[in-house]
T-cell receptor
């Protein structure tokens, strides 16, 4: 069984460019979460999505960041006009139901964004 | 959000048991106790979770204090592959998958 698939694994962008990170959840999972891990820091929740709906985006920066999980295809985290402070590892997780309530989250290997 | 407190680091020898403590004195009645670990350069990996009773799975055991204000993750026989950062996280109720990761405990396993 394929786990949570994230791509690209590594992405280099210059300041001002756009970054698009993709996440395919585990088969049968309809709940997707994005987390960010800045260098030498813990993981921070960004956003929780179900198919075609953003459920909680309380951890997302108000500007330049957006996320979607369309009916078909992967979830996408989009960062516009990247700045050096966006350099981080971005992890996607999926769950069968509302993971934190009873079950577990399955994390991908992460996408490491470097902004030059 | 209820907070957890873990030691910054712990060390163990290979094939010995490891007891990783976690304090969560402000835990609410609906909070589950989750443990995840993160190996270097990898995403977090679920280890175990529980509510009130002790739990066992193929990876570890979770011992939960009767008052639920603390818990202990037990690795029965540490291997080199168990060297990782271990996170004790409270979640559940309305917080679904919005887990709050702290600094965790860095576990070093010596051959």
């Amino acid at each position: 069984n394929a786990g949570v698939m994230q791509n690209p694994r590594h992405l280099v962008r210059r300041r001002g460019q756009e970054a698009r990170l993709r996440c395919s959840p585990m088969k049968g999972h309809s709940h997707v979460y994005w987390y960010r891990q800045l260098p030498e820091e813990g993981l921070k929740f960004m956003v929780y999505l179900q198919k075609e709906n953003i459920i909680d985006e309380s951890g997302m920066p108000k500007e330049r960041f957006s996320a979607e999980f369309p009916k078909e295809g992967p979830s996408i985290l989009r960062i516009q006009q990247v700045v050096r402070g966006d350099s981080a590892a971005y992890f996607c997780a999926s769950s069968l139901g509302g993971g934190g309530r009873t079950g577990e989250l399955f994390f991908g290997e992460g996408s490491r964004l470097t902004v030059l | 959000d209820a907070k957890t407190t873990q030691p910054n680091s712990m060390e163990s020898n290979e094939e010995e048991p490891v007891h990783l403590p976690c304090n969560h004195s402000t835990i609410s009645g609906t909070d589950y106790i989750h443990w995840y670990r993160q190996l270097p350069s990898q995403g977090p990996e679920y280890v175990i979770h529980g509510l009130t009773s002790n739990v066992n799975n193929r990876m570890a055991s979770l011992a939960i204090a009767e008052d639920r204000k603390s818990s202990t993750l037990i690795l029965h026989r540490a291997t080199l592959r168990d060297a990782a950062v271990y996170y004790c996280i409270l979640g559940g109720g309305t917080s679904y998958g919005k887990l709050t990761f702290g600094q965790g405990t860095i576990l070093t396993v010596h051959p």
